[in-house]
């Protein structure tokens, strides 16, 4: 026969090994399958335009490097970003910006004409409601801003997270 004698130093120092053993299984397990953030191609998508017409993959420029924003019409780090687009809109004529937000047309509107003065209208600037929503699948940012830099082959050259500002983008575009 067998006696059992519980010391609770031992118990304790058991939890405290099991718990460090299961937090290293937990990792390990989950390092292979870490979130990728950045479609490394331009995926498929239908958004809209702000007069409600469709606007697919299919039509994003093929001449010029492409650079798709989203943003939320209620976060400041978006507000500044556009703000330094805006500002140093000159600098970007060589490329074709696609403005993505999940908000209502209205409010997308009144946020690029307080914040992004200037860059509504323009010929190098789509802005497109991400009306489904589904940019955040299939394009996988991190959090808002995003920014994504393709090529005019579709891959892509740069992701960039959280707030930058026009010269981070055009020292990106340079490499």
Same mark, same amino acid.
């Given at each position: 026969?067998?006696?059992?004698?519980? =010391?609770?130093?031992?118990?304790?120092?058991?939890?405290?090994?099991s718990?460090?053993?299961?937090?290293?299984?937990?990792?390990?397990?989950?390092?292979?399958k870490?979130?990728?953030?950045?479609?490394?191609?331009?995926?498929?998508?239908?958004?809209?335009?702000? =007069?409600?017409?469709?606007?697919?993959q299919?039509?994003?420029?093929?001449?010029k490097?492409?650079?798709?924003?989203?943003?939320?019409?209620? #976060?400041?780090? #978006?507000m500044?970003?556009?703000?330094?687009?805006?500002?140093?809109?000159?600098?970007?004529?060589?490329v074709?910006?696609?403005?993505?937000?999940?908000?209502?047309?209205?409010?997308?509107?009144?946020?690029?004409?307080?914040?992004?003065?200037?860059?509504?209208?323009?010929?190098?600037?789509?802005?497109?409601?991400?009306?489904?929503?589904?940019?955040?699948?299939?394009?996988?940012?991190?959090?808002?801003?995003?920014?994504?830099?393709?090529?005019?082959?579709?891959?892509?050259?740069?992701?960039?997270?959280?707030?930058?500002?026009?010269?981070?983008?055009?020292?990106?575009?340079?490499?």
């Amino acid at each position: 026969m067998m006696i059992f004698v519980f =010391d609770p130093n031992v118990m304790k120092a058991t939890r405290i090994f099991s718990a460090i053993l299961f937090a290293a299984i937990t990792l390990i397990s989950f390092s292979g399958k870490a979130q990728s953030y950045g479609a490394p191609k331009l995926p498929e998508f239908v958004f809209q335009t702000m =007069d409600g017409r469709p606007f697919t993959q299919k039509e994003v420029t093929k001449t010029k490097t492409s650079i798709f924003v989203l943003f939320d019409v209620t #976060c400041e780090h #978006c507000m500044h970003e556009i703000e330094s687009i805006s500002k140093s809109y000159n600098s970007f004529k060589d490329v074709e910006f696609y403005l993505v937000s999940m908000d209502n047309k209205t409010a997308i509107i009144n946020f690029l004409n307080i914040h992004g003065k200037g860059l509504y209208g323009k010929p190098n600037i789509t802005v497109l409601q991400d009306f489904k929503p589904e940019f955040v699948q299939k394009f996988r940012p991190e959090k808002f801003p995003a920014l994504f830099i393709y090529s005019k082959s579709g891959d892509l050259i740069k992701y960039m997270s959280g707030q930058k500002t026009a010269s981070d983008i055009l020292k990106a575009l340079k490499k």
